[in-house]
């Protein structure tokens, strides 16, 4: 259902850096709408990450950067931490907002 | 700091209409500026947007679901809603109220923590 295509699970250990991929079409992130990040803890709501591809909202860690290229958008999380194991979405436009499947990232 | 927080039945029989409010404090509905929303999560599935509204009246809905979708605001009680009509079990999700950034067509900056809603008989 969802146009934007993520892994279904990322890990690496403490201090390593993990990349979550987005892959989307010509029709949303290929067509220069704009990509966002969101971190999901079990049981909670999600937490705006990485808004308009690059830029981090005051108080998210600069461990957290995102980029952006022709179709595909990206999250790194480099100095990977016990308490970055979430589920990751990515967020864009195809006429309307539209979610990524979701990334399970899990720090071994 | 803005806080919102949904309220609502648990619990939808199916072919019935849902219902859910977002009560909004640390800010205003009818504020000119403010773009509110609903999302949803199925149980172990990913997130649905769903609708947004401006206090102005300008609405923006779903594709999929705009015959069934109705957001509105409330402002005398600082209030903004969801009723999705004719329900199945495939609406049973978790339903967030959320505040863009600013446009509907920038991030959900605020959110709330999330009213399960089960579809069922």
């Known amino acids: 259902q969802s146009v934007l295509t993520q892994p279904p699970s990322v890990s690496g250990a403490p201090g390593q850096t993990v990349t979550i991929s987005c892959t989307g079409t010509?029709?949303?992130?290929?067509?220069?709408?704009?990509v966002h990040w969101y971190q999901q803890l079990p049981g909670a709501a999600p937490k705006l990450l990485i808004y308009?591809?690059?830029n981090r909202p005051s108080g998210v860690p600069d461990r957290f950067s995102g980029s952006k290229s022709g179709t595909s958008a990206s999250l790194a999380i480099t100095g990977l931490q016990a308490d970055d194991e979430a589920e990751y979405y990515c967020?864009?436009?195809?006429?309307?907002?539209?979610f990524g499947t979701g990334t399970k990232v899990t720090v071994l | 700091q803005m806080q919102l927080q949904e309220s609502g039945p648990g619990l939808v029989k199916p072919s019935e209409t849902l219902s859910l409010t977002c009560s909004v404090s640390?800010?205003?509905?009818?504020?000119?500026?403010?773009?509110w929303a609903w999302v949803r999560q199925s149980p172990g599935k990913g997130l649905e947007w769903l609708a947004s509204?401006?206090?102005?009246?300008?609405?923006y809905y779903n594709p999929s679901l705009k015959r069934r979708v109705t957001i509105s605001i409330d402002a005398s009680d600082n209030q903004f809603s969801l009723q999705l009509t004719s329900v199945t079990a495939a609406d049973t999700s978790v339903y967030f109220c959320a505040k863009h950034l600013s446009s509907p067509w920038t991030p959900f900056f605020y959110w709330g923590q999330g009213a399960l809603v089960t579809v069922s008989s």
């Open positions: 967020q864009s436009y195809d006429n309307s907002p539209s």
């Open positions: 010509s029709s949303n992130i290929g067509a220069g709408y704009h």
């Open positions: 640390g800010g205003s509905v009818t504020s000119p500026s403010y773009y």
């Open positions: 509204i401006i206090n102005s009246g300008s609405t």
């Open positions: 308009n591809d690059n």
